[in-house]
């Protein structure tokens, strides 16, 4: 099993900047895919960003593309999402994901093996 654990999430006004981490500790495995989701309250997990295993490969949602960076230490065992130029409906609870394999889509929920417990993300206008 793999245990994932999101932090850094927090209040943040529109404009502004925050770095959310997912630790991976259990049995992890440095050539898993990873990747971000969000969830705003009874809608559905959204796709965010995804990083292969070497750190050489990312893929964003449209939304975000040019304002957020994902990125990965392996030797911690960590990722990494850089959030910038924040904006209202950027406001979610951010999940931590990974996959024991190459995600063939990673917008499908069904693609991805662990999941963390999500850090709340608030931004005011």
């Known amino acids: 099993q793999v245990q994932l654990v999101e932090s850094g999430g927090g209040l943040v006004q529109a404009g502004g900047s925050l770095r959310l981490s997912c630790a991976a500790s259990?049995?992890?495995?440095?050539?898993?895919?990873m990747g971000w989701f969000r969830q705003d309250p009874g809608k559905d997990r959204d796709f965010v960003a995804t990083?292969?295993?070497?750190?050489?490969?990312?893929y964003y949602r449209g939304s975000v593309k040019g304002r957020f960076t994902i990125s990965r230490d392996n030797a911690k065992n960590t990722v990494y999402l850089q959030m910038n130029s924040l904006k209202p409906e950027d406001t979610a609870v951010y999940y931590c994901?990974?996959?024991?394999?190459?995600?063939?889509?990673?917008?499908?929920?069904?693609?991805?093996?662990?999941w963390g417990k999500g850090t709340l993300v608030t931004v005011s206008s």
């Open positions: 994901a990974a996959s024991r394999s190459s995600v063939p889509s990673p917008y499908a929920l069904e693609y991805w093996d662990y």
């Open positions: 259990g049995r992890t495995d440095n050539t898993y895919t």
């Open positions: 990083i292969n295993w070497s750190g050489g490969i990312t």
